[in-house]
């Protein structure tokens, strides 16, 4: 006996790991009803190619679906096999959420209570750093009969769970379990169901109340862990209590990857204004300091706005700031944090006595404003104090995108940029979704980030 319940250990082969887009191919399922096992294995024609990596992988090639049924045909009685039961799977979200889909294409509703062989493992056996199905059968010493296919996969989990509940007892491990299954409660306003649709995909997801306009939005490389973690009890905070309260629908985009899911973020909380995003709404005020000589020698540094240069060709501009009182109060701690005097750079007004400014006599400035340290080197300590915040100017002669690619599907999506503004984004055999060209401080530093350190699965293209 596994649990005290009818259970379904599953496993499945797929044509990749996107729940929507990609399909089965095989599955393996061992029932458990007491001491008595039925075991399945079949293999699913997917109604699309299998790619040659995944192929590699898996052993299955297309000739080998080419005669077997498509799901649709199997799925009546497939489904009478699993109603009722404790469905386990090693990483469950991936086998529960594409079964779940296929049913759904088929026209059935299928929903379980599910158990991940993936976290139980890391809370049984904690002094071990991975868990992958691979790692517990070496580590565990499990036989097996043909990695990488269903049934064999899905006795190997099997043997691990059978080897736990020697090792741990059937109680330690029943509790373990418990908690595990203990999932997210759904906000009182918000449809249960919408829970089990969530995808494991990257994206960005709304949270609405009463009326049309978003509470708040996010974004995450996987939806469905973001999302319920809003509503782990253990977990939440003031702002999520909130949300919780007012929540009665959520609705989701999914991208390829994740500058997308960071970038369609952005562009969401600009234009949408979310109640409960008070981080990245558009500045009306966005502004820079610029360098530039004073009749008495001395550079100073002037605040400009957004409407008044041009951001993309940054020549000595400096930092950049959401308003005026933001950028006074960076200059004013560069002044205290590198000896410069508050006066010549215009944060202090001389008065009538034209005297030393309050930092020259608390010992804070070096003494330019009684002239103590001569204009060439204040204006040396002030240009390498400001170094660290100089714009980074356009460095392409005009547009390029940051192409995003599935590694298994091959789909693909870029986002659009020149001269710093995003310009919008297009996926294969669409053009692209264009807005009105504007530079915005979030997106640079979004895009500067990237050009510096790129993410996984994405490269910058020039046009």
Known sequence: MLFDRPCAVVDLETTGGHITR?????????????????????????????????????????????????????????LEKLQGRLFIAHNVRFDYGFLKNEFKRAGLAFRSEVLCSVKLSRLLYPQYFKHSLESIIQRHGIVETGRHRALADADALLQFLQLALAEHGQAQVEEQARVLMAAPTAPPGLDPEV????????????????????????????????????????????????????IKRVEWVETVGEFGALLQELQLIKSLQPLHNLRGRLSQELCSLQLGPQDNGYLAPRIVYARDVDFSRPDALYGLFRSQKEAKKALSELCDGNGLCQTCLGLESRGARKGACFAYQIGRCKGACVGKEDADSHNQRLALALGR?????????????????????????????????????????????????????????????????PLDNAELLTL
């Open 22 to 78: 990609d399909r089965i191919t095989e599955i393996g399922i061992i029932l458990i009803d007491g001491e008595r096992q039925e075991r399945i294995e079949m293999l699913v024609n997917p109604g699309q190619p299998i790619p040659p990596f995944i192929e590699q992988i898996t052993g299955i090639s297309d000739a080998m679906v080419a005669d077997a049924p498509p799901f649709a045909d199997i799925a009546p009685a497939l």
């Open 195 to 246: 829970m089990e649709r969530l995808p494991d995909v990257p994206g960005v997801y709304l949270f609405y109340g009463e009326n049309e306009l978003p509470l708040y939005v996010g974004k995450s490389v996987n939806l469905r862990s973001r999302v319920l973690a809003h509503f782990s009890g253990d977990h939440r905070q003031n702002k999520e209590m909130r949300i919780s309260q007012q």
């Open 389 to 453: 915040l100089k714009l980074q100017s356009w460095p392409y002669p005009g547009a390029v995108a940051v192409r995003e690619t599935d590694p298994v599907s091959g789909e693909w999506e870029e986002h659009l940029f020149e001269r710093w503004c995003y310009l919008g984004s297009r996926r294969a055999g669409q053009s692209a979704v264009q807005g009105t060209p504007r530079f915005d401080v979030d997106t640079y530093k979004l895009l500067a980030s990237f050009m510096r350190k």
